[in-house]
């Protein structure tokens, strides 16, 4: 069995910076492709990034690109966002994903195994 563990969330202020890490365990996670999702009060969840199995192929939501990036280290079974000049709207639970296969994904339906989130709250 996966288990994903979340951390790094918090409150910081408008055009601050966050990294959040995602610490996978069980299943050897180096073949699949990672993702990053979002989901703030009375939404849906969206897409945020995603990562290939080697970490040489990403894709991002419009809304982060530039600001944000993914990358994993498939030797500590590890992925990361790294979340640079954050915006109020940036404000949301962050939940880390793995994928049931080896390239980028973007919906979530293509995501058998989730994290419970870590809060990430950008306010001034």
């Known amino acids: 069995q996966v288990q994903l563990v979340e951390s790094g969330g918090g409150l910081v202020q408008p055009g601050g910076s966050l990294r959040l890490s995602c610490a996978v365990s069980g299943r050897t996670f180096n073949r699949y492709a990672m993702g990053w999702f979002r989901q703030a009060p009375g939404k849906e969840r969206e897409f945020v990034a995603t990562?290939?199995?080697?970490?040489?192929?990403?894709l991002y939501a419009d809304s982060v690109k530039g600001r944000f990036t993914i990358s994993r280290d498939n030797a500590e079974n590890t992925v990361y966002l790294q979340m640079n000049s954050l915006k109020p709207e940036d404000t949301a639970v962050y939940y880390c994903?793995?994928?049931?296969?080896?390239?980028?994904?973007?919906?979530?339906?293509?995501?058998?195994?989730w994290g419970q989130g870590t809060q990430v709250t950008v306010s001034s």
């Open positions: 994903a793995q994928a049931m296969r080896s390239n980028v994904k973007q919906f979530a339906r293509e995501y058998n195994y």
């Open positions: 990562i290939g199995w080697s970490g040489g192929s990403t």
